[in-house]
């Protein structure tokens, strides 16, 4: 099982509709992640959040948004997306001065009509 | 600056022969590589890494690679394939860490395939 929770595991919205991702980790991790992976593509980062502060932002477009609200949590705030927004949306943490090793979550797939 | 090559996006081997999947890395440090693999709208699972120490690292599910400085690869091999390894495996590298977060830069994947 893993240890890293991302919900839902499936979401379909419009192209006007607001909607969230959510991702959870229980391991003391400081460092959370945001990973968007097209089909037979590697992920990509979008987010890196370390010590609950925004690091990376890999020039996202604005109608995506993160939040950490605290150590354990992260979420990815959708509005406005765009039928090329289609993805699987990857959550991932790691500890900070560890090995680089990021731990994953199984991710959400979002469909955007 | 670091990349990953995989060599092959695709591998097809037979039941119960050799899994060699090919990965080479450029980074002005020493490194920290690892092996991922991801099975169908799955996450990715971690296989092994390399750190530190012993060059021949051995993962999880019969895998192992070997980490050769000289030829800056880190090649992953298994000795005998089981249809349930079919999936993707993405090879990556990683700066050495300080105290901030690290990140991964991915390969661009092999898909491996196992037939009967």
């Known amino acids: 099982d893993t240890e890293v929770t991302q919900t839902p595991k499936h979401l379909v919205m419009g192209m006007t509709n607001k909607k969230s991702l959510k991702c959870e980790q229980h391991m003391g991790h400081r460092a959370m992640y945001w990973y968007k992976q097209k089909a037979k593509k590697p992920p990509e980062l979008m987010f890196v959040y370390s010590y609950e502060k925004l690091s990376i932002n890999e020039s996202v477009p604005s109608r995506f948004s993160p939040e950490c609200p605290n150590s354990s949590l992260l979420n990815l705030h959708l509005h406005a997306l765009q039928p090329e927004d289609s993805a699987l949306y990857l959550c991932?943490?790691?500890?900070?001065?560890?090995?680089?090793?990021?731990?994953f979550g199984e991710g959400s797939r979002l469909t955007v009509l | 600056a670091q990349s990953v090559t995989q060599l092959g996006s695709h591998v097809s081997v037979s039941e119960g022969a050799l899994v060699l999947l090919r990965c080479n890395y450029s980074s002005s440090v020493p490194p920290y590589l690892f092996w991922y693999v991801q099975y169908p709208n799955q996450g990715l699972q971690l296989l092994l890494k390399?750190?530190?120490?012993?060059?021949l690292v051995k993962g999880i599910n019969g895998f192992e690679a070997e980490f050769k400085k000289s030829e800056t690869s880190f090649h992953l091999t298994k000795p005998s394939a089981h249809m349930s390894d079919a999936a993707e495996y993405f090879c990556?590298?990683?700066?050495?860490?300080?105290?901030?977060?690290?990140?991964?830069?991915f390969g661009s994947g092999t898909q491996l395939t196992v037939l009967p």
């Open positions: 990556a590298v990683s700066d050495r860490p300080s105290g901030s977060a690290r990140q991964l830069t």
């Open positions: 991932a943490s790691s500890q900070p001065g560890s090995t680089g090793e990021l731990f």
């Open positions: 390399y750190t530190t120490g012993a060059t």
